[in-house]
């Protein structure tokens, strides 16, 4: 297969080609990435405009972020852990404008419990100036497991800002507002969620759990806390867009609540629902057995 380098085509070509075969292994991406970089660079076509350049170094960044992710994935295969993790963040910096990738890659070094890593890295992917609310609540997840409280509420705050219906953000500052013992400023976080009207079904389980650990932490205040929860609840259930893994959270959370019995009707539901040969059913049996014993 010839590949033709030419101003029509040049990088976009190879892009392509790499997304319609997937099976390259990451020599040949990385054979590709080189070949790229060594035909393409910025300035070299006289009659090309300054959106064509930008364009073209765009696509050469995606290029490599490609092969560095297929390295690492070679690399995890392999079980070099440690190679895998360098190309990851390989490829997360050679196009830090792809979020998802960022998020995908700090993950990954935050199970590996590489915070300063991965802060490094979201760090660059929050200076944009059109970063969305994920990254910064991605950074001040970082920053709370780096001990950095304020700079956490403070970028935590602006996730809020610019992606108000996005439950990270929330689950961030309330943790970071309880571990500090400011149970108001809990609240206040809790009730702001609570608010939001346009949100999904997953959205609401989450404000849900929030309450019940509120509850959990704050036994003078379990009542009201679980009857917040009861009212998100009965909100994600009403969206009818639970998966069945959000129904069974939101079962759990339910009876976890002193919600026994929406808790077992839902258990019941999902057994007729599931297939008899579903490894779940033994556990929602259980579950169910529960929800009567303590009821």
Do not use: W
Request: hydrophobic share 40%; proline share 3%; with cysteine.
């Amino acid at each position: 297969m010839r590949l033709a380098l030419e101003p029509e085509g040049g990088v976009r070509e190879v892009l392509n080609l790499m997304r319609r075969h997937c099976c390259f292994s990451a020599a040949a991406l990385v054979f590709l990435c080189l070949a790229v970089g060594g035909c393409t660079h910025l300035g070299r076509y006289p009659n090309a405009t300054s959106d064509d350049t930008a364009s073209d170094a765009h696509d050469i960044r995606q290029a490599r972020a490609h092969a560095h992710f297929g390295a690492a994935i070679i690399r995890e295969m392999d079980g070099d852990m440690e190679g895998a993790l360098a190309e990851y963040a390989e490829a997360a910096d050679a196009d830090v404008e792809n979020e998802e990738l960022v998020l995908e890659v700090s993950r990954k070094l935050l199970q590996a419990k590489k915070p300063e890593k991965a802060m490094v890295l979201v760090e660059r992917a929050s200076a944009r100036k059109n970063a969305s609310g994920l990254i910064y609540s991605r950074l001040g997840l970082i920053y709370g497991q780096l001990g950095k409280y304020e700079q956490a509420v403070m970028v935590n705050r602006i996730a809020l800002q610019r992606s108000p219906d996005s439950l990270p953000g929330y689950q961030n500052l309330f943790v970071l507002y309880m571990q500090h013992n400011k149970p108001a400023d809990a609240l206040n976080t809790l009730e702001a969620a609570a608010n939001r009207k346009e949100v999904d079904g997953e959205f609401s389980l989450g404000v849900a759990e929030m309450y019940i650990n509120y509850g959990l932490q704050r036994p003078a205040e379990r009542a009201n806390s679980n009857a917040r929860a009861i009212s998100m609840l009965e909100r994600a259930k009403a969206s009818g867009d639970m998966t069945p893994a959000g129904r069974v959270l939101m079962a759990d959370l339910f009876s976890m609540a002193g919600g026994t019995e929406q808790g077992a009707r839902l258990y019941n539901e999902l057994l007729k629902d599931l297939p008899d040969s579903s490894g779940v059913r033994d556990r929602l049996r259980a579950k169910l057995a529960d929800v009567y014993l303590r009821g």
